[in-house]
């Protein structure tokens, strides 16, 4: 069942050249002369590119009816990733290049939003936040509360985040894992 150009709106799944998209913005236009169109920010959702696209005014888009699962992150296996879907108990897998630098927060049983198509999976997303444990760093002098200064350190994962001054190795971080930042001491999960 296609959809009218018309019935196109921002968060809308769709199918275009048998990829999976996802309508980031929509913008009708109505010049002065001629038919109006629409002009549209897409998302590949597999591979995470933008792209800008303006559809005519009489053409019919294909949705894409994506599942939203929950899956919790068990193991790595040279270049493959291993979810578990914790209800059906089923496994799906994700090469290196699919996750992208997602790889750097993954800890085990993290739980991640995974997105299907057609019983395929697309993607993940992680959680906003992560705590993780700090493997290595210099050591922090007392006192020094900077927080404009950063040193780097190395976490359970084996990625470097920049952190504050006073963190030391053995404290437990929160990290922004959209942005791979800092973002506060927690306490031991």
Do not use: C, W
Not at 60 to 87: T, V
Not at 103 to 127: M, Q, S
Not at 152 to 179: H, Q, S
């Amino acid at each position: 069942m296609a959809l009218s150009i018309t019935e196109i709106k921002s968060g809308l799944t769709i199918l275009l050249d048998n990829q999976v998209f996802l309508v980031l913005e929509v913008h009708h236009v109505k010049p002065g002369k001629g038919a109006g169109f629409i002009r549209t920010r897409i998302k590949n959702v597999r591979l995470g590119t933008v792209l800008e696209r303006t559809f005519k005014s009489n053409e019919d888009i294909e949705p894409a009816y994506i599942e939203e699962k929950k899956l919790q992150y068990q193991y790595a296996s040279q270049d493959s990733y291993h979810f578990m879907d914790q209800e059906a108990y089923e496994e799906s897998v994700l090469t290196k290049a699919q996750l992208g630098d997602n790889i750097n927060y993954l800890k085990d049983n993290l739980e991640v939003t995974a997105y299907f198509f057609k019983h395929e999976l697309l993607n993940i997303v992680l959680p906003n936040s992560v705590v993780f444990k700090i493997i290595e760093t210099e050591q922090g002098i007392k006192g020094d509360t900077a927080k404009n200064t950063f040193k780097p350190a190395k976490i359970e994962t084996g990625a470097t985040i920049p952190v504050p001054l006073f963190v030391n190795a053995g404290d437990y971080i929160k990290v922004d894992t959209r942005e791979g930042k800092y973002l506060e001491r927690a306490a031991a999960p």
